[in-house]
């Protein structure tokens, strides 16, 4: 099982990259966060890998911060979600943008990426919320004595349901709901949030 490379590029296509390592051509298809960052050809290079194997394959996806191969990992162990569908997912969230969707259920968050509804959207924020560190980005301490740890990203939840149950769409929603503060009341999160809303 490969777990890391490095070795020289000598050719990349898309999100595919070719590097060369001991004398060995290794074919990997990358992370969008890694596609962005590749150095020039002929440069050295490390990646952190995920081999992926199937019955009638094998494929290396690669990523030159541990943190997105932790992330698509934790992806593509979820139900139904494969290695195509963890990178459309990290191409619209990277791992710490992922990790704060989790913590406060945003579902409206998971449904901007191509072919995840609703309902495999809400799906994954159950399954995801045990596979990443979600402290990492949430710093519970730090939520105020009126709100639980539990209450502040509930709290968030509500406002997008009563939203929608408004009528607005899920992109307004989440443009409503961008930076409110989470240990911040339902009713007065609402408020603001409808505020913006008139606004536009």
Known sequence: MIGSLRGSLLDRSGNEAL???GGVGYRLVLGPASVEQLPSLGSELFLYV???IREDSQTL???????ERVAFE???SA???GP???LDILSVHAPHELRSVLATDDVDALCLVPGVGKKTATRLLVE???KLDLPDVVDLRALSDSASAEEAPRALADVRGALEGLGYSSEEIRSAVADLDPAGESS?????????????
Do not use: D, M, P
């Open 19 to 21: 590097v060369e390592v």
């Open 61 to 67: 996806y690669g990523f030159l911060a541990k943190e």
């Open 50 to 52: 995920h081999h992926h």
């Open 188 to 200: 007065e999160l609402l408020k603001e949030a409808l505020k913006r809303l008139a606004t536009r």
């Open 74 to 76: 934790a992806l593509i």
């Open 128 to 130: 995801l919320k045990s």
């Open 79 to 81: 139900h139904g979600v």
């Open 84 to 86: 195509k569908l963890g």
